[in-house]
């Protein structure tokens, strides 16, 4: 019973975890062809009061275009804005994507109550009040994955992306 109820609050604390947005932002939506788009990170809440986020090669697992089922990798330069470019050198619609390896985060107690309270998680503040765990400091493992969609200037078909 005991391991079923752990199991169950990690659950909850790895997926309710101080969740921010983070979405991927291209320079351009619409480029035309033979254009570099610089590629941006970006996280924050509720899309507002954005924090661009520098490329750190320790965190990504991919970054890559996907362009007519073909994987390309996104350079950048690692602690450095944007957090990458790609060159257009063809028509069509492109997927941008992004995921991240594990991170591992802690809050003290006191922060970890209040992100607790404000997501509305009252019943595991009170969970482990009961157990005596409401001085001890929260911890999350998070991953960030994100993607957007372009199409360069002149594409005349969305034939495989209706439902993306």
Not at 5 to 17: D, I, Y
Not at 29 to 48: A, E, K, M
Not at 88 to 96: A, R, S, T, V
Not at 144 to 160: F, L, N, V, Y
Request: hydrophobic share 35%; glycine share 8%; net charge neutral.
């Amino acid at each position: 019973m005991r391991q079923k109820f752990l199991l169950v609050l990690l659950f909850l604390l790895f997926n309710f975890s101080y969740a921010h947005e983070f979405w991927v932002e291209p320079s351009l939506y619409y480029p035309p062809i033979n254009t570099r788009v610089d590629v941006r990170l970006w996280i924050g809440n509720n899309f507002s009061g954005k924090v661009m986020y520098a490329r750190n090669p320790f965190h990504i697992q991919d970054f890559i275009l996907i362009n007519d089922g073909n994987v390309h990798k996104i350079e950048g330069i690692a602690g450095e804005y944007p957090s990458g470019w790609i060159d257009i050198g063809k028509y069509g619609i492109m997927i941008i994507a992004y995921n991240s390896n594990s991170t591992l985060s802690q809050l003290n107690a006191e922060k970890f109550e209040q992100y607790l309270q404000s997501e509305g998680l009252e019943e595991i503040i009170r969970i482990r009040a009961e157990k005596g765990e409401s001085k001890q400091s929260g911890r999350e493992m998070y991953y960030r994955c994100a993607k957007s969609i372009i199409a360069t200037q002149g594409t005349t078909t969305t034939k495989g992306y209706e439902q993306v």
